[in-house]
């Protein structure tokens, strides 16, 4: 642990702490208490790996401001690019508007901004100030989405999956790893994520499409079809699915990602939700090409 000094005030400042426990506990403490989740589960079961990496300052033994990092890997336009998203920047209430997620973000940027092709992260309407001291800018973001018009009954080959069930949980794993692009900006080998996502917010709705050895996060509400992500071994076409596991109930279709065939989809700016920021002169790549990313890149 370094001890640095922010504002005449002295503070332990250590990173990647996941194997010591009792920071590991105070920084779960802290997540709880300002995001009402902590990453316990997530590290219990061996999801927590080192692409995800805590930032953080103690005061009295406890955590009380942290900046996180998550390395990604994406398929970008037909392109392998490095991405680093900042993300669970949080501060005490007790600790707030002494510079110290200032002194947290800066360290992170110069240790990063070399090591990727972008940095960039998703930002709520109440700190959308805070990001542009830092060099940033907001990127906007587009949704696809397209009425349907079907006779068809549910298929039989969709199963819901389990994921405490070790066959389901062990079949959906194998279909993550190494799975082909069904998005314009496909998030890669990043597991990690995924699973956080399927261990809590996305555990009830979970499916395998046994025909196309496909497996789908989804959810559906009224006559909506809320399509998170299509993860595939052997390249699937994202229609032949949608057709698949929808019936004559199902009247619209929204993704969580950018298809890579944009054909038949009515296109919207997002302006609602988290903000995407990207550090400038890094943006540019971003800028005008109506792009997501997938929602459940969101780290």
Request: charged content about 25%.
């Amino acid at each position: 642990m370094e001890l640095i000094e922010v504002n005449n005030t002295n503070y332990g400042f250590v990173k990647d702490f996941k194997y010591k426990p009792e920071i590991r506990a105070s920084f779960n403490d802290l997540t709880q208490a300002i995001f009402e989740f902590n990453f316990e589960n997530w590290y219990l079961n061996g999801y927590w790996n080192d692409n995800y990496i805590p930032y953080s300052l103690l005061h009295k033994k406890k955590v009380i401001s942290n900046v996180s990092v998550s390395k990604m890997e994406f398929i970008i336009a037909n392109e392998k690019k490095v991405g680093v998203q900042i993300g669970t920047v949080m501060t005490h209430k007790e600790y707030r508007h002494q510079g110290l997620s200032q002194f947290i973000m800066e360290h992170v940027i110069n240790e990063w901004k070399e090591q990727s092709d972008f940095v960039y992260l998703f930002a709520n309407d109440s700190v959308l100030d805070f990001y542009p001291k830092f060099d940033f800018e907001i990127i906007d973001e587009y949704q696809y989405s397209k009425q349907l018009n079907t006779s068809n009954t549910l298929n039989s080959s969709l199963k819901k999956l389990n994921i405490d069930v070790k066959f389901d949980r062990e079949l959906f794993l194998s279909i993550l790893n190494d799975t082909s692009p069904i998005a314009k900006v496909s998030m890669q080998n990043n597991t990690s994520l995924i699973m956080f996502y399927c261990s809590s917010y996305k555990k009830n709705s979970i499916y395998y499409l046994e025909k196309l050895n496909t497996a789908i996060i989804m959810d559906i509400k009224d006559n909506t079809l809320y399509l998170s992500d299509v993860f595939s071994k052997e390249p699937v076409q994202l229609n032949d699915v949608i057709q698949i596991i929808t019936n004559d109930t199902i009247k619209r279709v929204i993704l969580g990602f950018t298809p890579l065939d944009e054909a038949g989809y009515d296109r919207s700016l997002i302006k609602t939700g988290d903000t995407l920021f990207v550090m400038k002169g890094m943006a540019n790549y971003f800028k005008n090409n109506y792009w997501r990313f997938p929602v459940l890149s969101h780290a």
